[in-house]
């Protein structure tokens, strides 16, 4: 099983500032085959960004994603009101998918 | 517009047994791989199982297998997943989610609302 961990746990940032989030995976994942998430409370997760660095339908260019092998990072250029939540990373390659633990963005 | 909408979810007694749908509107859904993915009171994401679009191949997380059975109508364009052998551990919110092809490997580009599974006596 290919395990995805996630850094920090939780973020403390301010409207405007810019936010980089890992996920480090235990096996080499192809970049085709991740995917970020975003979920806020009460709410499903949202699909952000799969593959090398598609965004879903509807997402602003604010959010980019990169990496290969076993590092990846989203970055959220400046962070808008809307952007505070929680972020997942998932692998889709390999049986098991497996999710990380998420990264909470909070307001600072 | 794609919608996914599940039901079927409710308290039910440890040893017990659930089904759970998921009627889908808004694309051709045999054309797509379709998943169920849970999350536990307060936790993370956790998949639990996908099914082709076709419904010929299935998939199950270990936690899982044995235990529940993933299944689609694509004549009723609704996904299935019975739920038996229920433990206190698969307490969750259960979502629906729709495959951005056709196998289930493959991210999840739409999600339903979620269907919360309280295992309990």
């Known amino acids: 099983e290919i395990v995805l961990t996630q850094s920090p746990g939780t973020l403390s940032l301010s409207p405007g500032e810019r936010a980089t989030l890992s996920c480090r995976a235990s096996?080499?994942?192809?970049?085709?085959?991740l995917a970020w998430y975003q979920q806020k409370p009460g709410q499903a997760p949202r699909l952000l960004i799969y593959g090398a660095s598609s965004r879903a339908t509807g997402v602003p260019d604010r959010f980019s994603s990169s990496g290969s092998g076993t590092d990846f990072t989203l970055t959220i250029s400046r962070l808008e009101p809307e952007d505070f939540a929680v972020y997942y990373c998932?692998?889709?390659?390999?049986?098991?998918?497996?999710f990380g633990g998420g990264t909470k963005v909070e307001i600072k | 517009e794609v919608q996914l909408v599940e039901s079927g979810g409710g308290l039910v007694q440890p040893g017990g047994s659930l089904r759970l749908s998921c009627a889908a509107s808004?694309?051709?859904?045999?054309?797509?791989?379709m998943s169920w993915v849970r999350q536990a009171p307060g936790k993370g994401l956790e998949w639990v199982s996908s099914i082709s679009g076709g419904g010929g191949g299935t998939y199950y997380a270990d936690s899982v297998k044995g235990r529940f059975t993933i299944s689609r109508d694509n004549s009723k364009n609704t996904l299935y997943l019975q739920m038996n052998s229920l433990r206190a551990e698969d307490t969750a919110i259960f979502y629906c989610a729709k495959c951005g092809g056709y196998t289930g490997y493959d991210r999840y580009d739409y999600w339903g609302q979620g269907t919360l599974v309280p295992v309990s006596s």
């Open positions: 096996q080499s994942v192809s970049s085709g085959y």
């Open positions: 808004g694309f051709t859904f045999s054309n797509y791989a």
């Open positions: 998932q692998q889709f390659g390999t049986s098991p998918l497996t």
